[in-house]
């Protein structure tokens, strides 16, 4: 069992950073992908990153180049580092962790745990 609690949401104007962070209970933690996903109202979950257990990074191509994941499994956290923010980037952001096949980095299905979600949103 794991739980994921996410954190560093907030408002922020367009061109700004945020760092997500995304905290996990659990010794089994850094044998799971972690993914970063987002929502916005009407809308399913959009995959945003993943960090596979090696290390191995992924990423949507709307956020290739202004986002930044990474882990730290001695302290069981994920964080998501978001540069040159834009107006679409607002939404409520998920950090999940599972186990998904090789190649579906981002098959919502595959991830297990899922945090209660944070807003992030990004003023024009």
């Known amino acids: 069992q794991v739980q994921l609690v996410e954190s560093g949401g907030g408002l922020v104007q367009a061109g700004g950073s945020l760092r997500l962070s995304c905290a996990a209970s659990?010794?089994?933690?850094?044998?799971?992908?972690i993914g970063w996903f987002r929502r916005t109202p009407g809308k399913e979950r959009d995959p945003v990153a993943a960090?596979?257990?090696?290390?191995?990074?992924y990423y949507a191509d709307s956020v290739k180049g202004r986002f930044t994941i990474s882990r730290d499994n001695a302290k069981n956290t994920v964080s998501l580092q978001m540069n040159s923010l834009k107006p679409e980037d607002t939404a409520v952001y998920y950090c999940?962790?599972?186990?998904?096949?090789?190649?579906?980095?981002?098959?919502?299905?595959?991830?297990?745990?899922w945090g209660q979600g944070t807003q992030v949103t990004v003023s024009s």
């Open positions: 960090i596979s257990s090696g290390g191995s990074t």
């Open positions: 659990g010794r089994t933690f850094s044998t799971y992908t």
């Open positions: 999940a962790a599972g186990a998904p096949p090789r190649g579906a980095w981002f098959a919502r299905t595959s991830y297990d745990y």
